[in-house]
């Protein structure tokens, strides 16, 4: 999702292929041996199979929305990639205990939710008193954790409502209603951007 939102945003056509990851196309693992979405090949033949590598190689193509942090603001762009780092890190780990446990036989699961709530209150703080995790704007740190955020939400919704998480409720919301998330989200079409 994140690397479809930035090449959206950069204008960047592509060929959109769904594929069932249990039945793993050829084609794609010749790209890539790890056998993971997304992927994407340049037409110089170089292969990106990365969501962030993909989103970096797309918004520095094009940025016409400013998501990238200004390197004026090393601020900005610090907090960018602490969000980022622990998004794809402890967050994911936790994400994937909380929404998978049944994947994880061997360890212990029940404090998943518990351990992936810590970096939700962190984000609530961050929009306590702005509408985006770094301002007034919508940034690359919000497109490139939003999905996560989603699927933990999406686990248990009600759970996810009810919590005391009122920024990141409003924020999710916002992402979720977006026209940029709808238009990424059409099937069965090439995203032409």
Request: aromatic content about 10%; proline content about 4%.
């Amino acid at each position: 999702m994140r690397a479809r939102m930035a090449l959206y945003s950069a204008g960047i056509q592509v060929d959109i292929v769904e594929v069932a990851l249990k039945e793993k196309p050829a084609d794609m693992l010749a790209l890539s041996a790890k056998g993971t979405v997304p992927v994407l090949q340049l037409k110089d033949g170089r292969v990106l199979d990365e969501s962030l590598a993909i989103m970096d190689w797309a918004l520095h193509q094009n940025d016409p929305d400013h998501w990238l942090p200004e390197a004026s603001s090393d601020a900005a762009a610090r907090l960018c990639h602490e969000l980022i780092t622990e998004n794809d890190s402890t967050f994911k780990q936790a994400l994937d205990r909380y929404k998978y446990p049944q994947r994880y036989a061997d360890e212990d699961c029940s404090n998943a939710r518990e351990d992936g709530l810590v970096f939700l209150n962190k984000l609530n703080s961050q929009l306590a008193t702005q509408p985006y995790l770094l301002g007034e704007t919508l940034s690359y740190a919000d497109i490139a954790i939003f999905p996560f955020i989603r699927q933990f939400a999406n686990v248990d919704f009600d759970w996810f409502e009810d919590s005391q998480l009122a920024g990141l409720q409003t924020w999710l919301d916002e992402r979720v209603n977006s026209v940029l998330f709808k238009t990424i989200m059409e099937k069965n079409r090439s995203l032409l951007i």
